[in-house]
């Protein structure tokens, strides 16, 4: 490890890469903070809205919402980084110092790490409960709190890593070409913790999936159960409409960082980083449309929330006990009819 760079400014570090760094407002640059800062608002706003209707609603004060909490929370953050990326971008990258470029990039790896991390506590916290086919989880309000304090401290230091010394500034050898004061390594390490993560969450969405299945397929022997058919039904898109979102929006990113880490110099990697990027901040958009928007008694306080000063504050606490699309219970399959008993089937 030779001479520390870290008192040179931006454009060196861009330069030595050979990636492009805009001296102007071009049309380009325009489109892509345009779109991002219009995505920015939306999540704020979708993020903020869960966010509020959970701690008003208190049917929602139960650990796996609690979780859907946290969850709306590091996307609202992840809105914020995003924000603060969009006003550092562009022409005005230059003008960053190191310090300045890394707090930039720390707060788009910190909130997408919360993000992603959150994702795999509400994916084993739903596998749990399903195998032990209850409709609420056992978990105690400390042991939640607990897990949400652990969320955002890896995140944090995933965050800090670089800054902290994991870097290229004294290495130039090492400096990757989409984030050119990071250390290729440090990407490896970031985009293969996260496929990591995603395999994990896949293998326990997978089980949640083929077991569902199987119980289905036992109860279509019968016309009794038509209602717990539906239900389970209903959780099966959602398992599958949760791992197709996170293919789309995260697999791509983390591909191309991969690649980029391995020093791929074939590999056009520049001309899909932006696209890349915000096709992950899309995922913080999906999350509560998934998670939140698409269940009866979330969308009822919503409106309640949107309606507030209008709405009595009981209203809250009134109607319909419907239970969220995640918290569906499955039942045991009905046993099979016993063949020796003259083979009477309802069917």
């Not at 398992?239 to 996170?246: E, G, K, R």
Request: aromatic share 10%; proline share 4%; hydrophobic share 45%.
């Amino acid at each position: 490890m030779g001479h520390c760079y870290d008192n040179k400014t931006i454009p060196f570090f861009y330069n030595l890469v050979g990636k492009e760094l805009s001296q102007h407002w071009r049309t380009k640059d325009v489109l892509v903070v345009t779109l991002g800062l219009l995505v920015c608002v939306i999540v704020i706003l979708a993020n903020s809205l869960v966010i509020v209707a959970i701690a008003l609603n208190r049917r929602f004060h139960q650990p796996i919402f609690y979780l859907l909490a946290n969850l709306a929370a590091t996307d609202l953050f992840s809105g914020l980084a995003y924000t603060y990326l969009m006003f550092h971008t562009g022409p005005r990258t230059a003008q960053l110092t190191v310090h300045t470029w890394f707090l930039r990039q720390g707060l788009i790896d910190t909130s997408l790490t919360a993000s992603v991390t959150n994702l795999l506590a509400v994916a084993v916290e739903r596998h749990q409960t399903v195998f032990q086919m209850q409709l609420h989880s056992n978990m105690s309000n400390q042991r939640v709190t607990f897990l949400i304090v652990c969320i955002w401290v890896t995140a944090i230091l995933m965050g800090l890593i670089p800054q902290m010394g994991w870097n290229c500034v004294c290495d130039l050898a090492t400096c990757s070409r989409m984030a050119p004061l990071y250390s290729r390594s440090y990407l490896i390490f970031w985009a293969i913790s996260n496929l990591v993560i995603f395999c994990v969450m896949l293998l326990v969405y997978l089980r949640i999936f083929y077991y569902v299945q199987h119980q289905v397929q036992r109860m279509s022997q019968h016309t009794l159960h038509s209602r717990h058919k539906e239900t389970m039904m209903n959780l099966m898109k959602t398992v599958v409409i949760i791992l197709s979102a996170f293919v789309v929006c995260w697999t791509p990113g983390l591909v191309v960082l991969l690649l980029d880490g391995v020093d791929c110099s074939s590999c056009k990697v520049l001309p899909l980083e932006k696209f890349f990027l915000l096709l992950a901040e899309l995922n913080s958009l999906s999350n509560p449309l998934i998670y939140s928007f698409r269940d009866n008694e979330m969308r009822h306080t919503f409106k309640q929330v949107l309606c507030l000063p209008w709405r009595p504050r009981s209203s809250f606490t009134t109607g319909a006990n419907r239970a969220h699309v995640l918290m569906t219970e499955v039942p045991p399959a009905p046993p099979q009819p016993d063949s020796s008993q003259g083979g009477n089937s309802s069917l």
